[in-house]
């Protein structure tokens, strides 16, 4: 009967731990082919493409004139983007990307059990671990950005299995977890070149880690051979990911260093009320966190802080450290990227993505700051866990809400620090800025238009949704990004010329329009 019970105890976390992940899996494969097409996706597939054929051994030549006529496509590593084109390489548009689509949340699944993982590790509980996902889920940016973003979000889930992989070193410190740290910074650098940030960080925590062990001179030197090894296995790897080194692998790779950290946007972007262009202020990515994020993982984040720090202040350096390196190992996943784009003055733009690695690691602060309060509601009331669940309840409800009253528009969530209402909020930071309710507006047109061939104007970056329609209701279009046409598909701002002041539709969030249809007046 005892070892019953005990079995029986085993069997609910794998039980509630598989349960969560198949509702996960299984609400994605739901709505996957709910969302829009991204600015992004289309030149993504593109590189895809280019690069796969160069990778597969077609002509370096023809593979270089092509990157010459279509400017920085190949500058990008290309590695997820080539994995997306050889899982879906052809057939109609509609299913293209739907079907990419689907392969991005899956990818998203994956890494948010890695991160439970993470969080087990760090917490030693599997319920705290749990939540953990649970609240990256309920993160209705990331969750949205997670069916249609081909880069930042592939990049996020590749940096969460770098972490775990940098846990796994520093824990056994031996030449297999050396090569598996090795390979996951590799698939992550040869997604976005940020990921070489997990370099130094690894090795300063390593290199601590050996210090307060009071190790010997051959531990150092066994230390920098693994360090050595997975920097060796990382290098060869980018190499093999990216034609684009292929014929001058430290020349090129340091030309597409130098265009990520100094890259130019030159569009309009509103930042706190003011166009800031190419001029980012250091606070751009502080601010994106706080007023993009569920406000309850912000107060979360600042307790977690706070008690971090507090814990610092009071504990003796060896024995604290030991006993917190991995939370203070996420911190520096979480902090060190930014404090580097602020030293860099790197350009960010849109809502913040090419940050939105740092969020989970980030998260995981606002989750010790959780367990802190359950922890101290243990200890001061006999009903603690009725009291926890109705926090948690609480602090989820707007985010959930959001995400159920504005499915497809999870990206533009913002909390009540970035304004008292929407209407507000859109005239202080950029709203959809990828267009992705272009394809609310497209199914409008064409469920109100019977017209049998419909003009339409739009930029290009916020109308590829149209590549998502049917075939039948795609050959009714004709989309171009300049006049004549019947509609004007277009973002609040620039405002719509005067010859077109006709409101036909807004697609709303709250009362804030994040993308309008106007009808040209007649004649």
Known sequence: MHNFILKRKNLIPII???????????????????????????????????????????????????????????????????????LVPAGDSQTIYQRLHLVDFLAFAGAVFVFFLIGKKIFKNWMIALLGCLFLVISPRIFGHAFYNPKDLPFMDA????????LLFLEKKNLLTALLHGVAIAVACGIR???????????????????????????????????????????????????YLYDDPITKYIQVFNLMKNYTWDDHQTYLGVDIRNKIPWHYSLVWFSVSSPPFYVGLFGLGSVVLIMRSLRSRLAE?????????????CGI????????????????????????????LISIYGLRFLIEK???????????????IILGLVYPVYFMVQYHTHENVFFN????????????RFSMDRWGLASKDALEYILKTDTSHV?????????????????????????????????????????????SRETIYYNVNVFDAPIMSVYLEKSK
């Open 193 to 243: 070149t940020p990921g070489v940030v997990i370099f130094p960080i690894t090795f300063v925590f390593y290199g601590f880690d050996l210090f307060l062990a009071k190790k010997g001179w051959k531990d150092y030197l066994k230390g920098l051979g693994l360090f050595i090894s997975s920097i060796l296995v990382a290098a060869g790897l980018v190499y093999w990911f990216t034609p």
């Open 159 to 166: 940096y969460i299995v770098s972490i775990y992989t940098m």
């Open 416 to 427: 009540f620090f970035a304004g008292p209402r929407m209407s507000v909020v859109a005239t």
């Open 336 to 363: 060190v990227p930014i404090i580097t784009v602020i030293i860099f003055k790197s350009v960010i733009y849109s809502d913040n993505r090419q940050m939105y690695f740092c969020y989970p690691p980030l998260l």
């Open 320 to 332: 604290h450290f030991q006993a917190l390196r991995d939370m203070y190992l996420v911190a520096a």
């Open 16 to 86: 509630t731990v598989t349960l969560f992940f198949v509702i996960l899996v299984s609400v994605g494969l739901l709505i996957f082919r709910d969302y829009g097409i991204s600015s992004d996706e289309v030149s993504a597939y593109l590189r895809g493409q280019l690069n796969y054929v160069a990778f597969k051994g077609g002509s370096l030549q023809d593979f270089s004139s092509a990157c010459a006529k279509l400017k920085n496509i190949c500058y990008y590593p290309p590695l997820y983007s080539m994995l997306a084109y050889r």
């Open 454 to 498: 419909i003009h339409i104007q739009a930029q290009n970056g916020i109308i590829h949704s149209y590549l998502l329609l049917p075939k039948a209701e795609r050959d009714r279009l004709i989309v171009s990004n300049k006049g004549p046409a019947k509609y004007l598909i277009t973002l609040p701002i620039p405002a719509p010329t005067k």
């Open 377 to 391: 509601l243990r200890e001061i009331n006999l009903h603690w866990q009725v009291w926890a669940s109705v926090i």
